[in-house]
């Protein structure tokens, strides 16, 4: 699921998906403007890379206006990457847990 409405001074955005969306219309109604939109931006992605690492960089880029694509090796524009959150829980090493499902955006061949 991913919207983001805007009406009148009410903005929403329903998932983390929609930060980008949410963030470029908030900076919009307080009177900002973002220039540089038209860079573009590849992330190399692979399965268990860690979530924050991916995601906040991927939707802040996308915030900033940028094109941003997640592409790769063997595998496809809609393919998912697993990603991983490492947590410390009083151990004395951090313990892996499963992350978001990061959906690619590029097939990596065409690159």
Do not use: W
């Amino acid at each position: 699921m991913v919207a983001c409405l805007v009406d009148g001074n009410i903005i929403t955005g329903a998932t983390y998906e929609d930060h980008p969306k949410f963030f470029r219309a908030f900076l919009k109604a307080l009177g900002g403007d973002i220039t540089g939109s038209d860079r573009r931006v590849l992330i190399l992605c692979g399965d268990f890379m860690e979530d924050y690492k991916v995601a906040v960089p991927f939707q802040s880029l996308q915030a900033l206006g940028g094109h941003v694509d997640g592409s790769c090796p063997k595998k496809k524009a809609g393919y998912i990457c697993a990603t991983a959150v490492h947590d410390f829980e009083g151990d004395q090493t951090y313990i892996e847990k499963p992350g978001h499902n990061f959906t690619l955006t590029a097939n990596f061949e065409g690159v």
